[in-house]
């Protein structure tokens, strides 16, 4: 059985940094688009960034745009999110995403991790 295990989170301070990483289990993630989504408590999950397979396209959410980077390592099995210039409304609970193609993970991912939580204080 697939598994996408998020790590990485934790309390930093605004302007700081943080690396998200995304670990898979059970299958390789080579072949698959890989995403990044959010949410907080009352909202709905909103998406980040995405990469596609080969990490030849990335797509970012305006939010992300300029302060995050999407990469990836097929031979790891591993996705990562490098955050910078964190702003504390980058609080919330930040999920691993897969889908077949990135059209499919940005909006409608078939495998989710369990999300790792990331807070930031001003």
């Known amino acids: 059985q697939v598994q996408l295990v998020e790590f990485g989170g934790g309390l930093v301070q605004a302007g700081g940094s943080l690396r998200l990483s995304c670990a898979a289990f059970g299958r390789t993630l080579s072949s698959y688009a890989m995403g990044w989504f959010r949410q907080t408590p009352g909202k709905e999950r909103e998406f980040v960034a995405a990469i596609s397979w080969n990490s030849g396209t990335s797509n970012y959410a305006d939010s992300a745009l300029g302060r995050f980077t999407i990469s990836r390592d097929n031979a790891k099995n591993m996705v990562y999110l490098q955050m910078t210039r964190l702003k504390p409304e980058d609080t919330a609970v930040y999920y691993c995403?897969?889908?077949?193609?990135?059209?499919?993970?940005?909006?409608?991912?078939?495998?989710w991790g369990r999300g790792t939580q990331v807070t930031v204080s001003s």
């Open positions: 995403a897969r889908g077949k193609t990135m059209s499919e993970v940005t909006t409608q991912p078939n495998l």
